[in-house]
């Protein structure tokens, strides 16, 4: 299990190994696999910030898993282990062109932590490019309704940015492998690549994640900021209808 760590931020490795060796424990045969994926499986992490998250996958479905897990999962959160997301093979297969953009985003960067690869299946382009446009939209209409609400407050922009921003890294990594090529890991770096080839402005999605990672704006410049970051959306919204 070291080995799978490599690329693990070193505080979480003891509790993702007793977090493992639980759930084998606890659901023995019927685990099939346990998947790390998000900023916790690479060097996106930031304590005290990113979440945990895992990928449960059973051979078998049934209310009972819930319950056990269920059981423990208030001890888990405190210890930084976000609930994982738990479904059958058979699930992941026939929902590939409902999820395209979250199946990709967990296949294109994970660990494995415990049993087999279930990612045997491949994601359709055209499902891909769908869900893209539908999620950019979405994170477009959501944070003009909430900016109606911020009465022009630095905090609550900042509040309302940030909780789009989460959406907005699987639509990039998803966007550079429609277009074939391989999607940096680390974000800035993933930020700086997709915007730059694709002739659109970084700037608002680097501040952005700037102030995830600490850093703070001068509050007069957070309106011109905002304004940046929706016409930046606007843009990426104009690059995906665009893509064949």
């Known amino acids: 299990m070291t080995n799978k760590f490599q690329s693990v931020h070193s505080s979480l490795h003891p509790i993702l190994k007793t977090f493992a060796d639980e759930m084998v424990h606890l659901f023995g045969q019927t685990l099939s696999s346990l998947i790390l994926y998000g900023s916790a499986a690479g060097e996106n992490f930031i304590p005290g910030k990113s979440n945990v998250n895992l990928l449960m996958v059973l051979k078998e479905m049934h209310f009972s898993h819930l319950q056990q897990y269920q059981r423990r999962s208030s001890y888990w959160k405190k210890s930084g282990i ?19 953009v979250e199946w990709m985003e967990i296949i294109s960067h994970h660990i494995i932590l415990h049993g087999d690869n279930p990612f045997t299946f491949t994601i359709d382009h055209q499902d891909l490019k769908r869900q893209c446009e539908k999620e950019v939209a979405e994170i477009q209409i959501r944070l003009r309704q909430a900016f109606l609400e911020t009465e022009n407050s630095p905090d609550e922009i900042e509040r309302i940015a940030l909780g789009s921003l989460n959406a907005v890294f699987p639509v990039l990594r998803a966007l550079m492998i429609l277009q074939k090529e391989s999607p940096p890991i680390e974000r800035e770096r993933l930020i700086e690549t997709f915007f730059k080839k694709n002739h659109l402005s970084p700037e608002p999605f680097l501040k952005l994640w700037a102030i995830k990672k600490g850093k703070k704006i001068p509050s007069q410049e957070y309106l011109k900021w905002f304004e940046d970051y929706l016409n930046q959306l606007e843009g990426l919204s104009h690059h995906i209808d665009r893509l064949n």
């Open 82 to 100: 976000e609930p994982p997301l738990i479904c059958t093979v058979e699930f992941l297969e026939k929902t590939k062109d409902v999820f395209p």
